[in-house]
């Protein structure tokens, strides 16, 4: 089992940058790729960054590249997304999952076998 910790979310203006961490216990984290994903109200949970077990590898929804950026640190046990330029329609529930079957460009949440609670991003106009 893997429990998964988000935090860093918050109120933002559009423009800004929120960083959100996503931190693990349990079973060893530097066997799992990591992924993000957000839900906003009334909306699909959808997929925005995925990241290798080494962290050599990125993967990123159109919507976000350039714009957001995962990372991880296995000493820590945490995996981040570091968010800028922030617009309105960033606004949803941010979700760290690990261990995808397919691996980390799997966009499917339900390839994801862990989850955090989620952290709520608002970003105003």
């Known amino acids: 089992q893997v429990r998964l910790v988000e935090s860093g979310g918050g109120l933002e203006q559009a423009g800004g940058s929120l960083r959100l961490s996503c931190a693990a216990s349990g079973r060893t984290f530097s066997n799992y790729a990591m992924g993000w994903f957000r839900q906003a109200p009334g909306k699909e949970r959808e997929f925005v960054a995925g990241?290798?077990?080494?962290?050599?590898?990125?993967y990123y929804v159109d919507f976000v590249k350039g714009r957001f950026t995962i990372s991880r640190d296995n000493a820590k046990n945490t995996v981040y997304l570091q968010m800028n330029s922030l617009k309105p329609e960033d606004t949803a529930v941010y979700y760290c999952a690990a261990d995808p079957t397919f691996g980390f460009k799997s966009s499917s949440w339900y390839d994801y076998h862990f989850w955090g609670q989620g952290t709520q991003v608002t970003v105003s106009s």
């Open positions: 990241i290798s077990w080494s962290g050599g590898s990125t």
